[in-house]
């Protein structure tokens, strides 16, 4: 059987691999950059108080928040090379028709889980952002504004502000999972697998 428009799958997926490799190379400066600061708290922990040293007020806040925005700018090149957990062993003996398939199924319940992780990370996103009159926050689903915007304990950084830059590390999640659905439909056709 024909794939389906194979030329436009590369372009898509030409695309899909720079904008997922971008993310994870963010995701990797944003974790490195979190080390030094850990490391430059718990020295300024260990010498407190000698040559003007102390540690890095809210380091806890932003591990946190920088860990939560690095795991989703990795999920996108993650599922676009295939490197979720898998059990290959039952796999692997499979004649290539049938493992090409079951590269699609995995793909298809990935992509139904990357849309609920969205879904219900956009719902967090709405209710911890202040902004908006009710009518616009009604239109993309937001409920009614938080009373108090909140905000971390010590650093006091809005907390839809990681939420949204997790966000969009989600949704690129989700759309590179409905790439690599297209892709596994085109390897089912060709009867095997190519290269993720």
């Known amino acids: 059987m024909a794939a389906l428009a194979p030329g436009a799958q590369a372009r898509v997926g030409r695309m899909v691999e720079a904008i997922a490799r971008i993310m994870a190379y963010g995701g990797g400066v944003m ?44 999920l996108p090149w993650c599922q676009l090379k295939r490197g979720h957990v898998a059990v290959d062993v039952v796999v692997q003996a499979l004649p290539p028709r049938l493992k090409a398939f079951s590269g699609l199924v ?25 902004y908006g009159s009710d009518a616009v926050r009604g239109v ?6 938080p009373f108090f915007p909140e905000t971390t304990y010590e650093l006091a950084i809005p907390v839809w502000m990681p939420y949204g830059m997790a966000l969009i590390g ?3 999640f989700f759309v590179t999972a409905v790439y690599t659905v297209w892709r596994s439909l085109n390897w089912v056709l060709d009867g095997q697998e190519g290269m993720a």
């Open 31 to 74: 974790l490195t950059l979190i080390a030094l600061m850990v490391c430059a708290s718990i020295i300024g922990r260990q010498l407190d108080g000698w040559l003007f040293l102390s540690p890095i007020r809210g380091d806890y806040e932003l591990v946190e928040a920088g860990t939560a925005i690095a795991v989703f700018a990795f």
């Open 106 to 130: 995995g793909d298809v319940l990935l992509a139904t889980v990357a849309y609920v992780i969205a879904w219900r990370l956009w719902l967090g996103f709405g209710e911890k952002f202040p």
């Open 140 to 145: 993309f689903g937001f409920g009614s504004r």
């Open 170 to 172: 989600a949704v690129l």
